[in-house]
């Protein structure tokens, strides 16, 4: 790999982790954070302290997830610290979400693919996991699902894109979309998008591969199957897009992010790889790394749709831990921005369309910046609260310490974290400092 690759990729790792390190040092506290007391502290770490924990704690539902690497992850860091720590969590999950760019990057440089206009896809990966936008994923350490799910998407595209009819990679394949699919209930679209770039195969050879198609019919039924073993929330129903109203709606929103709400940014950012891909698809010219981009816009649009269906019903904003799920599409559409200007480089009326992604881009997350920090701040803010009470219950035992309004404890029921914050398995391993 040239010198000048290697210290790029190190360059924007290190740009990233500082970032990353910056927030989490500055805006992430020990104490552990809503769903970590019950899916973490109580049917994890106390059921392994007590010589109780068994296989299926480790994949029972948590929601409508089964979040089968966090628990390891989580396991693995106790069995180093002996403490349960937020803080630690988040810092790990620096290195594992630095894992994202950097499986980008070396397959791309691998690829012989990036090189002139096309480092420019280097500003969209390093606002997207530099930036403090996803504060909730990048604060709370129990959030590595996210992560988890997007490195191995990555790896499935990636197998499916170079070694499209390689058994060896075909088994990676739907090892990774099970994996996917026991990380987060979106992971059913990982095998998915796996099926979508076996078509773009075909379509670029202009022939039906057998092969491609029996292994598709494979993992639908994998995704299938995720789907059946997803839990059913009730309380979840309620949020649902009830109409193509409501579904569009809540589309105007997901897909115009990083602006607010916007069909004409939501055009400018996602439009570059859906006219793109055809027009390479037609010319025979979609190398492997256009094929591995078109996966991850493929994937992260399935993603956005499964959001708005999901969550559609009078949505009037994007939540910060779903953005993450947007990174690989606007990287992907990056990259086809750029494609678009290698091909109409003579022709001055067309190549400025090309520019349009980057400007939309860059003045969204410039306008945004200061609403992500007040949102930051805020949420800091509620997490001093939440230590600040949980420490005077546990030096004083009074009930009313932790008798507070929504968010100013770190669980939305008093009664059950006090029970938590009793329980003799817990409390020993609670951060030292809560108790002085």
Request: with cysteine; hydrophobic share 50%.
């Amino acid at each position: 790999m040239p010198t000048r690759n290697i210290l790029a990729l190190l360059a924007t790792l290190l740009v990233i982790a500082a970032a990353r390190l910056y927030f989490v040092e500055t805006f992430a506290i020990p104490l552990p954070f809503w769903d970590q007391w019950d899916a973490e502290g109580d049917y994890l770490l106390r059921p392994l302290l007590e010589g109780r924990l068994r296989f299926e704690h480790l994949w029972q539902p948590h929601n409508e997830h089964r979040i089968l690497p966090t628990r390891l992850l989580s396991l693995l860091i106790f069995s180093f610290t002996g403490v349960w720590d937020n803080l630690v969590e988040a810092r790990v999950n620096i290195l594992v979400a630095a894992c994202i760019p950097a499986i980008i990057l070396l397959f791309l440089m691998r690829q012989k693919a990036l090189y002139g206009l096309r480092w420019l896809i280097l500003i969209v990966i390093i606002a997207q996991f530099a930036l403090p936008f996803s504060f909730e994923n990048l604060l709370v350490g129990f959030q590595s699902q996210f992560y988890f799910l997007i490195i191995f998407t990555l790896l499935t595209i990636i197998l499916a894109s170079v070694y499209p009819d390689s058994l060896v990679a075909m088994a990676g394949v739907l090892i990774l979309s099970w994996l996917s699919v026991l990380t987060m209930a979106s992971g059913i679209l990982t095998p998915l998008t796996a099926v979508g770039v076996y078509a773009l195969h075909g379509f670029r050879n202009r022939e039906v591969n057998w092969k491609h198609m029996a292994f598709g019919l494979v993992l639908a039924g994998v995704s299938a199957a995720g789907y059946s073993l997803m839990p059913q929330i009730e309380g979840n129903q309620t949020l649902r897009a009830r109409n193509i109203s409501e579904l569009f709606g809540a589309l105007r929103y997901i897909l115009a992010w990083p602006v607010s709400k916007s069909w004409p940014a939501a055009i400018a950012l996602w439009s570059p790889a859906l006219g793109m891909v055809p027009w390479l698809l037609r010319g025979r010219s979609l190398t492997r790394a256009d094929l591995f981009m078109a996966g991850c816009v493929m994937w992260s649009l399935a993603q956005t749709l499964a959001i708005a269906y999901g969550r559609g019903q009078s949505m009037d904003n994007v939540s910060s831990r779903y953005t993450e799920l947007f990174t690989l599409g606007l990287i992907g559409n990056a990259w086809f921005a750029v494609r678009f200007i290698e091909l109409t480089n003579k022709n001055w009326r067309l190549v400025w369309l090309g520019a349009v992604f980057f400007v939309v881009f860059t003045l969204a997350h410039i306008t945004r910046r200061n609403r992500d920090m007040r949102a930051v701040y805020r949420t800091y803010d509620l997490s001093k609260k939440q230590e600040m009470n949980v420490r005077k219950y546990l030096k004083t035992g009074d009930p009313s310490a932790l008798v507070q309004p929504l968010f100013e404890i770190p669980f939305p029921d008093s009664v059950r974290l006090r029970s938590l914050l009793d329980n003799p398995t817990l409390r020993p391993i609670l951060p030292p400092y809560l108790s002085r």
